[in-house]
T-cell receptor, first 110, second 111 residues
Framework: GQQVMQIPQYQHVQEGEDFTTYCNSS?????IQWYKQRPGGHPVFLIQ?????EVKKQKRLTFQFGEAKKNSSLHITATQTTDVGTYFC??????????FGSGTQLTVLP | EADIYQTPRYLVIGTGKKITLECSQT?????MYWYQQDPGMELHLIHY???????EKGDLSSESTVSRIRTEHFPLTLESARPSHTSQYLC??????????FGQGTRLTVV
């Protein structure tokens, strides 16, 4: 079935450093969503990207969807301790189920 | 705030017991999902539904079953709990091509 690789699995950064997580698919995606899960919490929707080459920003977060719609990235500028959590990409599979990438755990050291 | 609820939040149960995890949403969403997640790890899809009387198994092999008799209700049943079922179970719902809303989760421990 459709596979999405998400890297890195873990990332430790010093507060103020930038952070990027990537999702790469073997097939073209109709859309991609990003979620954040705080420790002990549940995933919360951040954004959805639909168009080829789309770029969206939310304050310090920048989301990109590749031209071929096979990859996506989430970039955080100048991380803060409130950014700690696991970031997941997700997509609708061929059977229309909602599948998640393996996630990137972000630790921000003060 | 999302209107999707899971009960119980925490459950400790003995091996071999039958349990049902409840999930309800008041948003009128057609799609509902059950995921299993160990702390800080991947979300594994175990069941999903497109609407009433529609259920499908996900990628993770599971000894659980689900039903979707009403749009708002999507319970998950384990016929015979085992220690390997110890995990967090997350329920989610969505409309077509829109964001998914998650419940708070049920943390299950089988002893």
């Amino acid at each position: 079935g459709q596979q999405v690789m998400q890297i890195p699995q873990y990332q430790h950064v010093q507060e103020g450093e930038d952070f990027t997580t990537y999702c790469n698919s073997s097939t073209t995606l109709s859309n991609i969503q990003w979620y954040k899960q705080r420790p002990g919490g549940h995933p919360v929707f951040l954004i959805q990207l639909v168009k080829s080459g789309e770029v969206k920003k939310q304050k310090r977060l920048t989301f990109q969807f590749g031209e071929a719609k096979k990859n996506s990235s989430l970039h955080i500028t100048a991380t803060q301790t409130t950014d700690v959590g696991t970031y997941f990409c997700s997509f609708s599979g061929s059977a229309r189920q909602l599948t998640f990438g393996s996630g990137t755990q972000l630790t921000v050291l003060p | 705030e999302a209107d999707i609820y899971q009960t119980p939040r925490y459950l400790v149960i003995g091996t071999g017991k039958k349990i049902t995890l409840e999930c309800s949403q008041t948003m009128g969403h057609d799609k509902m999902y059950w995921y299993q997640q160990d702390p800080g790890m991947e979300l594994h899809l175990i069941h999903y539904s497109y609407g009433v009387n529609s259920t499908e198994k996900g990628d993770l092999s599971s000894e659980s079953t689900v039903s979707r008799i009403r749009t708002e209700h999507f319970p998950l049943t384990l016929e015979s709990a085992r220690p390997s079922h110890t995990s967090q179970y997350l329920c989610a719902s969505s409309s077509l091509n829109t964001e998914a809303f998650f419940g708070q989760g049920t943390r299950l421990t089988v002893v």
